[in-house]
């Protein structure tokens, strides 16, 4: 019987994030009733943005990655992303994750996430719109490739959200490098 039941445990829960990997996806988990641990030195009468851009990382292609709640659900909530990365290399694919709160907006948000060079260039971007709800926790993903004719040096990964009148932004650094082989390597 255990062997027989082992292999659906298995695709179940390493099945379950895999819709995650879609070009541009979303993750979304409703937090209506959990204003203590979303601000926790909010004091009584204090109003909070209606969206909170928490953090943007760039990272390897990870099946299965990012997801919400998808480690020790039973226990704890939680945030899966690909380990962040502190170099891209030209010519390779990555995916750009972000992690927002939404406080208290409901409509269209328009996320822009960007690979930036030192000079703020955009090297790379993609946009999607969505339709958000308020009390939620918002988990994006959006694949990129850095073209092999950037620029090298320290630039920036950036999401940008744009809900109605309502504009923010989380950022990283990370280094565009050069492959060590031809043909992206120039001297």
């Known amino acids: 019987m255990t062997k027989s039941v082992l292999p659906f445990l298995l695709v179940a829960l390493a099945g379950t994030p895999l819709w995650a990997q879609?070009?541009?996806?979303?993750?979304?988990?409703?937090?209506?009733?959990?204003?203590?641990s979303l601000a926790p030195g909010a004091k009584p009468g204090t109003s909070l943005p209606p969206i909170v851009n928490i953090l943007t990382v760039v990272g390897n292609n990870t099946l299965g990655l990012p997801c919400l709640n998808c480690l020790l659900d039973l226990l704890i909530p939680s945030l899966g992303l690909p380990s962040p990365l502190g170099t891209v290399y030209q010519g390779s694919s990555y995916q750009i994750d972000t992690y927002l709160i939404d406080n208290s907006y409901t409509g269209a948000c328009t996320f822009t996430s960007a690979l930036l060079d030192s000079q703020k260039n955009v090297i790379v971007s993609t946009s999607q719109t969505l339709l958000e709800v308020a009390n939620s926790e918002v988990l994006l993903s959006a694949p990129i490739t850095v073209p092999s004719s950037s620029a090298t040096?320290?630039?920036?990964?950036?999401?940008?959200?744009?809900c109605g009148g309502n504009t923010t932004q989380s950022q990283s650094q990370v280094a565009v490098a050069c492959?060590?082989?031809?043909p992206f390597c120039v001297d």
């Open 22 to 36: 879609s070009t541009g996806s979303r993750s979304a988990s409703n937090k209506s009733g959990a204003t203590s």
């Open 153 to 162: 040096g320290v630039g920036t990964v950036v999401t940008q959200a744009v």
């Open 179 to 182: 492959v060590t082989n031809p």
